[in-house]
């Protein structure tokens, strides 16, 4: 079984403060995604990253890929009380084809 | 356009009705997807759909029965089912790029409420 261990399950932080969310593996993934998501809607996607190394930025959000391909992070510079909601890893394992593998997510509450 | 579309957003049926789900996408992608996500926990994934044609069924009972009738649109017919199965049912697309490089692209889902 392919997991992606994702840390940590609950944050709360003052507005304005930085955090980091990890999404670890064993195995290596040909691509990862981050979504966000509100409760009784859809994951919305934030980013794709596909190679080792990479790394995205999306306004205050900064999206890691380990140069192994087997973890990612997600950085929010200054969090904003609009930041907060479920933010879900997902992967493509090597040879998995069309399924993903999910990461338990992180509830993420930002206060004012 | 990046949007999958999903009807209705909320249903509740009893055991013995039958109801289908919808999906809609206009983006020009050849894979289909139907998840069930219950509280607190990830989305799991129960069937696949590439080029039209079934190619990912995990295991899920036969009460769910999808459908898809051409390469933009994709059903869930529901029936039969158990209170159990009151979850957020959600509907996602992807290019089928190939190469584990896919992304795919969620719905906003059915809220499904079985009494």
């Known amino acids: 079984t392919q997991l992606l261990e994702q840390s940590p399950q609950f944050l709360s932080i003052q507005e304005g403060e930085n955090l980091t969310v990890y999404c670890n593996s064993s195995s290596v993934f040909s691509s990862l995604q981050w979504y966000r998501q509100e409760p009784g809607e859809g994951p919305v996607l934030l980013v794709t990253v596909v190679t080792g190394g990479e790394v995205k930025k999306l306004k205050r959000l900064t999206f890691q890929f380990g140069d192994a391909r087997k973890d990612s992070s997600l950085h929010i510079t200054a969090a904003q009380p609009g930041d907060t909601g479920l933010y879900l890893c997902a992967g493509t394992p090597l040879g998995g084809a069309q399924k993903l593998v999910f990461g338990q997510g992180t509830r993420l509450t930002i206060n004012p | 356009d990046t949007e999958v579309t999903q009807t209705p957003k909320h249903l509740v049926m009893g055991m013995t009705n039958k109801k289908s789900l919808k999906c809609e996408q206009h983006?020009?992608?050849?894979?289909m997807y139907w998840y069930k996500q219950k509280a607190k926990k990830p989305p799991e994934l129960m069937f696949v759909y590439s080029y039209e044609k079934l190619s990912i069924n995990e295991s899920v009972p036969s009460r769910f029965s999808p459908e898809c009738p051409n390469s933009s649109l994709l059903n869930l017919h529901l029936h039969a089912l158990q209170p159990e199965d009151s979850a957020l049912y959600l509907c996602?697309?992807?290019?089928?790029?190939?190469?584990?490089?896919?992304?795919?692209?969620f719905g906003p889902g059915t809220r499904l409420t079985v009494l």
């Open positions: 983006m020009g992608h050849r894979a």
């Open positions: 996602a697309s992807s290019p089928q790029q190939g190469g584990g490089r896919d992304t795919q692209y």
